[in-house]
């Protein structure tokens, strides 16, 4: 009986024999936790880096490809702070100035001019002017189907913007070269300037005209009042026809980093201009009552932009936070060629 028992508690564990499975079992599990938790530090950063880089990347593609049909002269840069206070974006003192953070041009209609129907069809505006059938009124623009520009344009703006007598807004004819007008008294060609007769400042439009297609002409366009009152008017072979300006403001956050403002569906040439909206006075609100506004990227560190001849570039930095203080900022920079 007694050999049984001493072969019984033969099988059985010592106390330090458990002591030891214990802690070896107590190191493995530490391991194992440490491993779990860098796995998942790793998850949250790639995660939230990857959503940092897709954020970047879709806000700087949607500003890219609204800058590439800005019209040339028509880019400002302006205080959100102090309306009155604007800069040329191609003055060499905007890439290192953080007050003039607003960012301001007018761009040419891509849809109505792209746009067909049928497979052969023609677009809604061509861009070509036949200057010798033209007139200082009437502007004679083979290969364009008006009607459609109209449709086009007026779906677009929610009802504002046609080329129909009787449109509540019409859009900015620009002629290539960017001159508008030749000095009566030099003949010299005076250029477009956004800064002075645009109607993106001030009241002053003596530099831009509208335009709405001849009734029943699907090729002809006419000035409008004032500017078919204007003489020595420049018509080159090439035009551009606008239907709204665009701006992109820095909205201040309470953490001090900014969210990038779109306003858009808007025209200066018809008296509409960026105002502040009631209650907006003070520190870099982007609270306008003008046109329509959509936010572009929220968590902005960084937005500097300059232009250089037919060359604009921006960096755009942006942050996405994965808990705590920890923070992931991915900068994107590009060049739009015109």
Known sequence: MRKKEFIMMRKAL?????????????????????????????????????????????????????????????????????????????????????????????????????????????????????VNSSSATIINTPGSNLAFAHTIMNNLSGGRVGLNNGSLRHPAIFFRNNF???????????????????????????????????????????????????????????????????????????????????YYNYQPWEGDRLTPAAGAAGTNHCNFSTGQKAVLIRNVTVFKFAEAGNVFRFKLCAQESYGGDYNVTICKEKAVIR
């Open 180 to 262: 508008y007008q030749n000095d009566p008294i030099t003949g010299n060609r005076i250029p477009y300037d956004a800064l002075t007769c645009m109607g993106m400042i001030d009241n002053n439009t003596s530099c831009i005209s509208t335009v709405e297609r001849v009734a029943g002409s699907t090729t002809q366009l006419k000035f409008r009042p004032p500017a078919s009152t204007r003489l020595h008017k420049v018509i080159a072979e090439h035009y551009k026809l606008a239907r709204s300006a665009y701006s992109i403001c820095p909205k201040l956050r309470t953490d001090g980093h900014y969210d990038l403002i779109l």
């Open 14 to 130: 010592t106390l330090i024999e458990v002591i030891m499975v214990i802690v070896i079992l107590g190191i493995v599990a530490s391991i194992g936790s440490s491993m779990i938790a860098d796995s998942y530090k790793n998850y949250l950063l790639q995660n939230t880096t990857h959503k940092a880089v897709l954020k970047t990347e879709i806000a700087a593609q949607q500003i890219s490809n609204l800058l590439a049909n800005r019209i040339p002269g028509t880019t400002l840069a302006r205080n959100p702070n102090n309306l009155n206070d604007n800069l040329h974006v191609s003055d060499p003192t905007v890439p290192n100035d953080n007050n003039h953070s607003l960012l301001e041009w007018i761009a040419y209609d891509e849809e109505s001019f792209t746009a067909r129907i049928g497979a052969a069809g023609k677009p809604g505006w061509s861009g070509f002017c036949d």
